[in-house]
């Protein structure tokens, strides 16, 4: 899914492509790397789980998980499969995220389709202010491959070095940083590093 950004080209895939399914490297992620820093029974907030929510496949309690996205046919599709509270919401409006709010917001690939600058900031400051203290922001996204700068459409592909920074620069502190090689997102374009992120309010 390495074309798409507008919603309505999300509309357009889940739409065309009814199969409920999600990235399998985030379950790998959420598994291996940020399950067992969470408090018991924690409030989740998944971003952009598409047709499927990577926590439907967990032990966490459903009824404590959110998981929000802008396409409503991804939404529909995910109506009526688990008690997980699946809403139509864009991260990068102003005040998306209730605030001191969640104890894990995972972000499930949604960050780096979105480019623009400002939505981005907004939708990091949305995020940063929906954690409660302590609470964890988990994220796994491309980034520029070492030695070379990958260009994909619609997709905002940072330098690993620069997003260290943004995320210090909006109070973010970062707990785990660890580019994952054998885990590389490909297009026709080259081939994007994989990047996992755990920081805390
Ligand atoms: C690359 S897809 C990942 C979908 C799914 N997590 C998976 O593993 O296949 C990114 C998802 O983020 C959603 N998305 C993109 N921009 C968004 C925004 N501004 N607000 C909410 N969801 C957004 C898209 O609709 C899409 O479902």
Redesign the pocket.
């Known amino acids: 899914?390495t074309d798409?950004?507008s919603?309505e080209k999300?509309n357009q895939h889940?739409k065309t492509f009814a199969k409920r399914?999600?990235?399998k490297s985030?379950n790998d992620f959420f598994t291996t790397q940020v399950q067992f820093r969470l408090p018991k029974d924690p409030v989740v907030l998944e971003?952009?789980?598409?047709?499927?929510s990577?926590f439907e496949d967990s032990d966490l309690n459903h009824k404590l998980i959110t998981a929000?996205?802008?396409?409503p046919e991804?939404i529909d599709l995910n109506r009526g499969h688990s008690s997980i509270n699946y809403q139509l919401?864009?991260?990068?409006k102003n005040h998306?995220i209730e605030e001191n709010t969640y104890d894990l917001i995972f972000d499930?690939?949604?960050l780096h389709?979105?480019e623009r600058v400002e939505?981005r900031a907004m939708?990091f400051k949305n995020i940063y202010h929906g954690l409660k203290s302590d609470g964890l922001f988990c994220a796994e996204m491309m980034v520029q491959p070492l030695g070379s700068v990958i260009n994909l459409p619609h997709k905002y592909i940072a330098n690993s070095r620069n997003l260290e920074q943004e995320l210090i620069s909006y109070g973010f502190t970062i707990k785990y940083f660890m580019i994952v090689r054998e885990l590389v997102f490909e297009s026709g374009n080259g081939v994007c590093d994989l990047l996992r992120v755990i920081c805390k309010k």
């Open positions: 899914m798409l950004n919603l999300f889940y399914d999600y990235e985030l971003l952009g789980p598409g047709s499927k990577v929000v996205d802008f396409s991804a919401r864009d991260i990068t998306a499930s690939h949604c389709c979105i939505d939708s």
